[in-house]
DNA sequence: CTTACACCCTGCTCGC
DNA sequence: TGCGAGCAGGGTGTAA
């Protein structure tokens, strides 16, 4: 899926387009995606006005006038493209256009001035919530969820904490989403390549007061490449013309991310990326600098 | 409690 | 050219 900085893309486009809007139709092609939406919800949705654009971990959150939010989460290939009267408009597209077909357009959502969102997600491994008047806490799909990785109490005290006496590979606490929620496979791999250490190394390692210099270079490292990737608008795979600003241009600055077989980009390091598989995922890293 | 793994779904790429 | 295997940025349920 779409990991922070590409959801976070969404966000920010998506905002000027829906802000202060009211949903007037709203369409459901079939009554599941990952999961099946909520009792009623094209009618509890039909009406409301939109009253803020915000972010959780991976997830979108659509505050309605009527008190309660609406969470789309985009799986692994969930998409919100935009139509109004300037045209059709896509931010944070992390996959070019081969995989969109309008077979796989599954909510359609007409807003009051005219404009449509349509939700696009060909292996709907995305789904859509609604959480109650202030009721979102208590969301199944938000009361897991770790630290902020962008937010203030993320740094290398809370990691730490979080990790120590962990036996499971860093790689894969990392990605666990109850001790910090927004990182996916990419920028695990990138942030852990950056800050020079193994990917297989316990998580509970970097806990140890000896390795206070390298925790403090993961924590810091994490937020770098996650900022930079936002500025960058996100990752788009497989797509390596567009520059109209509705893709993201992060994926040219991959250092290990599907490059195995590539030469480390580490000074002086003259190591050659390698793919492992942990926990069913690929991981990308240099044996040689990362430690 | 933790960790590991199968599974959900569709489509593309690669090797034979 | 056709076909099967393997792969894909995620989350969850189950088992050990």
């Not at 599941?32 to 039909?46: G, H, K, S």
């Not at 390298?214 to 936002?230: C, N, P, W, Y």
């Not at 600055?253 to 926990?279: H, L, M, N, W």
Request: hydrophobic share 40%.
């Amino acid at each position: 899926m779409p990991e922070l900085p590409e959801v976070e893309t969404v966000r920010r486009g998506l905002e000027p387009a829906v802000l202060g809007r009211q949903i007037v139709d709203i369409t459901l092609k079939r009554k599941d995606l990952r999961f099946a939406f909520p009792q009623r919800f094209a009618a509890r949705l039909l009406g409301q006005t939109i009253e803020t654009v915000g972010r959780r971990a991976k997830y979108l959150l659509l505050t309605l006038s009527g008190g309660e939010t609406l969470i789309v989460h985009l799986g692994m290939t969930g998409r919100l493209i935009v139509e109004d009267s300037r045209g059709t408009l896509e931010p944070g597209a992390f996959y070019d256009d081969s995989l969109r077909h309008a077979a796989h357009d599954h909510v359609l959502i007409t807003l009051s001035d005219g404009a449509r969102i349509i939700y696009n997600d060909v292996r709907r491994f995305g789904f859509m919530d609604l959480a109650g008047a202030g009721a979102l806490e208590q969301n199944a799909h938000m009361a897991s969820l770790g630290v902020e990785p962008l937010g203030n109490s993320f740094n290398a005290d809370a990691l730490a904490k979080m990790f120590e006496g962990r036996i499971a590979p860093l790689k894969a606490a990392l990605l666990d989403q109850r001790h910090i929620a927004g990182l996916g496979n990419i920028y695990v791999c990138e942030a852990l390549h950056r800050a020079g250490l193994s990917p297989k190394r316990s998580a509970g390692s970097i806990a140890m007061p000896r390795l206070a210099g390298k925790r403090e270079r993961l924590a810091g490292e994490i937020r770098a490449v996650l900022e930079e990737a936002i500025l960058a608008g996100g990752s788009t795979l497989r797509d390596y013309v567009q520059a109209d600003g509705t893709r993201g241009s992060f994926q040219q600055r991959f250092r290990v991310y599907d490059r195995e077989g590539a030469p480390c980009q580490s000074d002086a390091c003259g190591g050659t990326i390698k793919r492992i598989v942990q926990s069913g995922r690929s991981t990308f890293w240099c044996s040689r600098c990362q430690r």
